[in-house]
């Protein structure tokens, strides 16, 4: 079975400044996506990046951008320039062809 | 991207009564539904898959009989809780997606279960 692992509980950045959110998973798969969601107060799950495990160039959306490391099995998430709406907890996912599994994710704090 | 509406989104029910959770895929047919459960402060656990027109497939932990699950049609899903206990009061959500292999996943906006 994969397992997702995030070591980060909580993170704390400075409003416009960078954070860097931790994800190792576990898998003998060759072919699969990796997600990151944000899911806010409201507790909508929202898809905030995704890449395909056959790439080898990272995905970037806007200010998020991930380190996709497939021979280490680590997919960290960048958030630059941060802002107090990012405020949220971040989940890392693995998706296989029969499910998705979570990390047990991070909240990120946003310090104006 | 693809909209997935789950209703009610806060229901409050007496211990000893079964609560109906829809999840419906408003622009698209969902071959596959997912039913996660997550507690305070922690992750998305998966309680079960549903393919249209079959069995759910229950993880390991999750009682069937307890948690039903209807997939009738490729828009709509349902999760019963039959016989809530307290101990069921939690947040549930589904998610939808189309066909199969490594696709993306949609999710509904959540419902949170209180069992009084």
């Known amino acids: 079975a994969q397992t997702v692992t995030q070591s980060q509980p909580e993170m704390s950045v400075q409003e416009a400044e960078t954070v860097t959110l931790s994800c190792t998973y576990d898998t003998s798969e060759s072919d699969y996506y990796l997600f990151w969601y944000k899911q806010p107060p409201s507790r909508q799950m929202i898809l905030v990046i995704r890449q395909e495990a056959y790439k080898q160039q990272n995905a970037t959306e806007n200010r998020f951008s991930v380190n996709f490391q497939k021979a280490a099995k680590s997919f960290s998430l960048k958030i630059s320039d941060s802002q107090l709406g990012d405020a949220a907890m971040y989940f890392c996912a693995y998706r296989s062809r029969s499910t998705l599994t979570f990390g047990g994710g991070t909240r990120v704090l946003v310090k104006p | 991207g693809a909209v997935v509406s789950q209703h009610p989104s806060r229901v409050i029910c007496k211990s000893g009564t079964s609560v109906k959770i829809e999840c419906r895929s408003l622009?698209?047919?969902?071959?596959?539904m997912f039913w996660y459960r997550q507690f305070p402060k922690q992750s998305l656990m998966l309680m079960a898959t549903s393919n249209e027109g079959s069995k759910a497939t229950y993880e390991q932990g999750v009682e069937k009989d307890k948690f039903l699950i209807n997939h009738a049609s490729l828009t709509l899903s349902t999760l019963t809780v039959t016989s809530a206990h307290p101990e069921d009061s939690s947040f549930y959500i589904c998610?939808?997606?189309?066909?199969?292999?490594?696709?993306?996943?949609?999710f509904g906006q959540g419902t949170r279960l209180t069992v009084v």
């Open positions: 622009d698209f047919q969902a071959t596959t």
């Open positions: 998610s939808a997606r189309v066909g199969n292999g490594n696709t993306e996943a949609f």
